[in-house]
């Protein structure tokens, strides 16, 4: 079983709302990544903290905001959102942010946008 | 640059057969290579990773793959399918020395494994 742990399961939002994606890790990793996941598709990177700093931005719109508060925990704020940003959002977590790590991830937030 | 191919969208076999799920890669430098499987709506769960040493690595649950450089290939394997084996394959690599604080993995396009009982 994961021991990334993923809040809410299922979100659905106007394209006016604000709302947030929670993350949560007691695996003592330094690493945390937001990924997006289309259906049937592979997931694509967003976003890599490590030691609480973001590192990688992969050119994501402003809509999507990310934020560390500790070692354990990883927020994704969502706001203006399009239709076609619905998808199964996955957070993730490594050791280090090294090749080579191990990630492990979520179960995923499922985001509808209408 | 570096990528990974999953030569087929969807694998079908018996259960009790044998099976096997393609993956070459293209990495500069020595690869990292690892397996995940993903379940109808679930995240991604953990297979296996080649990062150096035995060229056959064992994995969860009965899955195994082996690292051929000279085919730059990661072909996951399994003796004995099960119809619970199921779902969605994705290959994944990464290089050694890749970056600074990145861990940036590329997948495949991912495989479909289906199982009949």
């Known amino acids: 079983d994961t021991e990334v742990t993923q809040t809410p399961k299922h979100l659905v939002m106007g394209m006016t709302n604000k709302k947030s994606l929670k993350c949560e890790q007691h695996?003592?990793?330094?690493?945390m990544y937001w990924y997006k996941q289309k259906a049937k598709k592979p997931p694509e990177l967003m976003f890599v903290?490590?030691?609480?700093?973001?590192?990688i931005n992969e050119s994501v719109p402003s809509r999507f905001s990310p934020e560390c508060p500790n070692s354990s925990l990883l927020n994704l704020h969502l706001h203006a959102l399009q239709p076609e940003d619905s998808a199964l959002y996955l957070c993730?977590?490594?050791?280090?942010?090294?090749?080579?790590?191990?990630?492990?991830f979520g179960e995923g937030s499922w985001l509808t946008v209408v | 640059a570096q990528s990974v191919a999953q030569p087929e969208d969807q694998v079908n076999v018996a259960e009790g057969n044998p099976l096997t799920v393609k993956c070459t890669y293209s990495?500069?430098?020595?690869?990292?290579l690892f397996w995940y499987v993903q379940y109808p709506n679930r995240g991604l769960q953990f297979l296996l990773k080649?990062?150096?040493?035995?060229?056959l690595v064992k994995g969860s649950y009965g899955f195994e793959a082996e690292f051929n450089k000279s085919q730059t290939s990661f072909h996951l394997k399994k003796p004995s399918a099960l119809v619970s084996d199921s779902a969605l394959y994705f290959c994944?690599?990464?290089?050694?020395?890749?970056?600074?604080?990145?861990?940036?993995?590329?997948f495949g396009t991912g495989t479909l494994l289906a199982v009949q009982p």
């Open positions: 993730a977590s490594s050791p280090l942010a090294v090749s080579g790590n191990t990630i492990y």
């Open positions: 695996m003592g990793h330094r690493a």
């Open positions: 903290y490590s030691y609480e700093k973001l590192s």
């Open positions: 990495v500069s430098g020595n690869p990292y």
């Open positions: 080649y990062i150096t040493g035995d060229n």
């Open positions: 994944a690599v990464n290089k050694e020395g890749y970056g600074g604080a990145t861990n940036k993995l590329i």
